[in-house]
């Protein structure tokens, strides 16, 4: 079965810290690996995405990275705002008909 | 980047009412167009799949004749909770994907409160 396990659940930091978020899978056949933003009572907002071939990507002060062969995943956020409070979701997408699978997301909030 | 919109954004309604919730691609064709009910503090949850013009593919444990879906054109879906009861009240999200980009852009959500 396609699962995508995150961690942590749920991370306090304060602001202007660094924090790395963490996305494991099990989904095979793999097409691609997407970080998103969503805050509370909005819609979630792409990061980045990732396709097999790319082990790093940013997107400003977050940068993403993918290790396909342990079928891991990290966020890292750089100099912490207090607008970067929200959940941080993965999302992994199979290959062929299937579809996407969602991680639970963690929700990370940021203390001045 | 592509710009997805929801309409309303908030409702509130007597239970045994329908309510419709329209999804639109603001700036491009959405090939396929999906639904996501959202529970507090858990993951979003995948209700349906629409393609225009076809019959929407429903989630298992998701009723069709309850969430009305229509994708009338490539830049509209609409989602009708039929009969809505307290227990539908949720968060609901659309996303849209453009054919060959394999990117969901997703809606700002519809908040529905069912009394």
């Known amino acids: 079965k396609n699962q995508v396990e995150q961690s942590p659940q749920s991370l306090i930091i304060l602001e202007g810290k660094n924090c790395t978020l963490q996305?494991?899978?099990?989904?095979?056949?793999?097409?691609?690996l997407r970080w998103y933003k969503q805050d509370t009572g909005r819609g979630p907002v792409s990061l980045t995405i990732m396709t097999f071939s790319e082990n790093t990507k940013s997107n400003g002060r977050y940068t993403a990275t993918l290790d396909a062969d342990t079928k891991q995943s990290s966020l890292h956020i750089t100099a912490s705002q207090l607008s970067d409070s929200a959940s941080y979701i993965c999302?992994?997408?199979?290959?062929?008909?299937?579809?996407?699978?969602f991680g639970k997301g963690t929700h990370l909030i940021i203390q001045p | 980047g592509a710009v997805v919109s929801q309409h309303p954004s908030r409702v509130i309604c007597k239970s045994g009412t329908s309510v419709k919730i329209e999804c639109r691609s603001l700036d491009f064709q959405a090939t396929t167009m999906f639904w996501y009910r959202q529970f507090p503090k858990k993951s979003l949850m995948l209700m349906a799949t629409s393609n225009e013009g076809s019959k929407a593919t429903y989630e298992q444990g998701v009723e069709k004749d309850k969430f009305l879906i229509n994708h009338a054109s490539l830049t509209l879906s609409t989602l009708t909770v039929t009969s809505a009861h307290p227990e539908d009240s949720s968060f609901y999200i659309c996303?849209?994907?453009?054919?060959?980009?394999?990117?969901?852009?997703f809606g700002p959500g519809t908040r529905l409160l069912v009394l």
């Open positions: 996303s849209a994907e453009r054919g060959g980009y394999e990117t969901q852009y």
């Open positions: 996305c494991n899978y099990t989904v095979s056949p793999f097409s691609n």
């Open positions: 999302v992994v997408r199979g290959g062929g008909a299937d579809g996407l699978t």
